[in-house]
T-cell receptor, first 115, second 113 residues
Framework: DGGITQSPKYLFRKEGQNVTLSCEQNLNHDAMYWYRQDPGQGLRLIYYSQIVNDFQKGDIAEGYSVSREKKESFPLTVTSAQKNPTAFYLC??????????????FGEGSWLTVV | KNQVEQSPQSLIILEGKNCTLQCNYTVSPFSNLRWYKQDTGRGPVSLTIMTFSENTKSNGRYTATLDADTKQSSLHITASQLSDSASYICVVTFYNAGNMLTFGGGTRLMVKP
């Protein structure tokens, strides 16, 4: 089945640790995104990539890093510099960028908790 | 500042009843307005996408309307089912924000038997 796969579903991070969330899509989409969702708030854009080997910061990129070495993969690393990382993280993709009006497909999300 | 405000924050209705969720946005022009359904702990799923020139878009029992004059969109759910219990998110793509999406905080709908 085509879609977006995020892993792990649940992740616990110790203070000072870096963790990486995986996102893989087999939809042949050029654009991929990472969003953060906090309770009662709208999704906020962390990073996005419109093409392989290129990515741009979103509204809340501080403390996060990404790579886009392959079209189907867009991993997100939550670094120790992110002071409040506990949240629900959503990866998404679309055929092309935001301004195209194309449907944006989301993965099932990853819960990150700091312990 | 681009803002997307949704109301009510939460809503409880009985199975079989209709309901309407509201979305107000502060800035135009925009290129498109989307409605998503998000089950708890899952990723959002697209319901409708409307351009600024469209007034209405349907997807089964879901009908979205758009009034560009009042900067309002509504999502009407007909003959609600228990599976409609979810959060509904309004998303606007504003031209002046580099065409990036701005998300509303969502309306949490609970359908009771």
């Amino acid at each position: 089945d085509g879609g977006i796969t995020q892993s792990p579903k649940y992740l616990f991070r110790k203070e000072g640790q870096n963790v990486t969330l995986s996102c893989e899509q087999n939809l042949n989409h050029d654009a991929m995104y990472w969003y953060r969702q906090d309770p009662g708030q709208g999704l906020r854009l962390i990073y996005y990539s419109q093409i392989v080997n290129d990515f741009q910061k979103g509204d809340i990129a501080e403390g996060y890093s990404v790579s886009r070495e392959k079209k189907e993969s867009f991993p997100l690393t939550v670094t120790s510099a992110q002071k409040n990382p506990t949240a629900f993280y959503l990866c998404a993709s679309s055929i092309s960028g935001h301004n195209s009006g194309n449907t944006i497909y989301f993965g099932e999300g990853s819960w990150l908790t700091v312990v | 500042k681009n803002q997307v405000e949704q109301s009510p924050q939460s809503l409880i209705i009985l199975e079989g009843k209709n309901c309407t969720l509201q979305c107000n946005y502060t800035v135009s022009p925009f290129s498109n307005l989307r409605w998503y359904k998000q089950d708890t702990g899952r990723g959002p799923v697209s319901l409708t996408i409307m351009t600024f020139s469209e007034n209405t878009k349907s997807n089964g029992r879901y009908t979205a309307t758009l009034d560009a004059d009042t900067k309002q969109s509504s999502l009407h759910i007909t003959a609600s089912q228990l599976s409609d219990s979810a959060s509904y998110i309004c998303v606007v793509t504003f031209y002046n924000a580099g065409n990036m999406l701005t998300f509303g905080g969502g309306t949490r709908l609970m359908v009771k038997p």
